[in-house]
């Protein structure tokens, strides 16, 4: 079995590949390539680990590895409509996601709870922020900010990862 650092080594190298992908400026007609990495680990080694990559014509993989018992793994391929490219954009600009700090945490937090990673390429910003444990801090403008554009990456799917179960989402 390949290690989750390898596989996602391996999907963002394939990705970055292929011409279209590659984030660039775009022109006053056309908006900058946007790829989209989201992934999750709901409860360390016992819980779920969600892979999300979506690129901006659409196309989106999901990879979801049930840990805890029974185990297993969920795989999907879907396109995307335009709206949730959008959404995620809007959500890009409104929340100002380029200049959230790097890492958002409580001051102190007990291990295994859901840890949140977001990835993102516009054209040539490049932001990789991590949530971890948000229950404490969910209140927090940063986490506020944070999670309006974790929604707006998740709006286009109709499963969401666990962790999420009783939060309002902005879907």
Known sequence: MMSRSLRRLLATSILLSTP?????HGSAAEP??????????????YGEDWDLTIRQDG????QVLYMGSPSGT???HVRLSEDAIT???AALASERFFDLATKLAPKASPLH??????????GEEHRVVTLYDPGPIMQEP??????????AVYSGFPLRP???KGRATTR
């Open 87 to 89: 959404r995620i954009r």
């Open 142 to 151: 940063a986490t506020q900010r944070f999670l309006k554009v974790w929604d």
């Open 59 to 62: 196309a989106a993989a999901l």
């Open 113 to 122: 709870m859901p840890h949140l990673k977001l990835d993102i390429w516009s």
């Open 74 to 76: 969920l795989m999907a």
């Open 162 to 164: 666990t962790w999420e």
């Open 20 to 24: 279209a992908l590659v984030p660039r």
């Open 32 to 45: 900058p390539a946007l790829l989209v990495s989201a992934w999750v680990a709901t409860a360390g080694p």
